[in-house]
């Protein structure tokens, strides 16, 4: 499973604005995104809910990954790992959230 790693820059941390910013961009990648702290059970990063409900603070570090079955859904792993640094520049650009 593809993954990249990423630091919380939001001063909240995932929480409201920032957390559906980042929702947003996830969904608007069509992947099947999950988001964890190192060592923890990863969460949908496609639902606010799920998102919102972890303690993704400021300065966090977390890992996102994309499932599998999205290679073999004809994506290929450049585009998957772009897209998942595309996400991780999301999350340490939300600075002023």
């Known amino acids: 499973m593809p993954e990249h790693k990423a630091i919380i820059a939001a001063k909240i941390g995932l929480h409201a604005r920032a957390a559906a910013l980042f929702v947003r961009a996830v969904t608007a ?8 702290k190192p060592g923890q059970q990863a969460v949908d990063a ?37 897209a998942l640094v595309a996400l991780s520049a999301v999350l340490e650009a939300l600075e002023g959230s």
């Open 29 to 36: 990648t069509g992947l099947p995104v999950t988001i964890r």
């Open 46 to 82: 496609r639902s606010l809910l799920e998102v919102m409900t972890e303690d993704f603070g400021y300065g966090c570090e977390v890992v996102l990954a994309v499932e599998r079955e999205a290679l073999q859904a004809g994506r290929t792993l450049d585009e998957v790992n772009d």
